[in-house]
């Protein structure tokens, strides 16, 4: 499989929110750096993290408009949207849509690194509102 192939399997898994299907697609030494640098290693914390993260957005999703590779890095331009779950309601002003982009390293087949790059402040924004209520 090529690596192109390989990360439009993996966005495609993280839009059917099949945890079990993106750990079978990473390797185990996987790293994911979310858009603030904060860097997970390992394909059960990446588990817990996926879990945890479409709890908070049940109807999370990445659309990929462009894609590109070179030597098995990936680069994938497109948006990322969800709504943020609030005590098990999604509110239509809870909703966000965001530019988004990923760099996705493939080694021997599985994804070895997920490096997102986006301006999460609408999603903070959203999820401090909640928060600062409390």
Not at 16 to 39: E, W
Not at 107 to 133: C, G, L, T
Request: one cysteine or more; charged letters at 25%.
């Amino acid at each position: 499989m090529d690596a192109i192939a390989i990360v439009q399997s993996f966005v495609d898994r993280i839009n059917h929110h099949d945890v079990a299907g993106l750990c079978k697609l990473m390797s185990d030494d996987h790293i994911f750096v979310d858009p603030l640098g904060s860097v997970l290693k390992g394909k059960e914390e990446m588990r817990k993290a996926w879990i945890q993260y479409f709890f908070f957005f049940p109807d999370y999703s990445l659309k990929t408009m462009n894609i590109v590779e070179s030597n098995g890095i990936v680069g994938l331009f497109g948006k990322a949207s969800g709504t943020y779950n609030v005590h098990g309601k999604m509110l239509k002003q809870d909703r966000w849509d965001i530019p988004a982009s990923a760099k996705a390293v493939v080694r021997n087949n599985a994804v070895a690194e997920w490096h997102v790059f986006a301006d999460n402040e609408p999603v903070r924004q959203i999820m401090e509102k909640y928060s600062s209520a409390q």
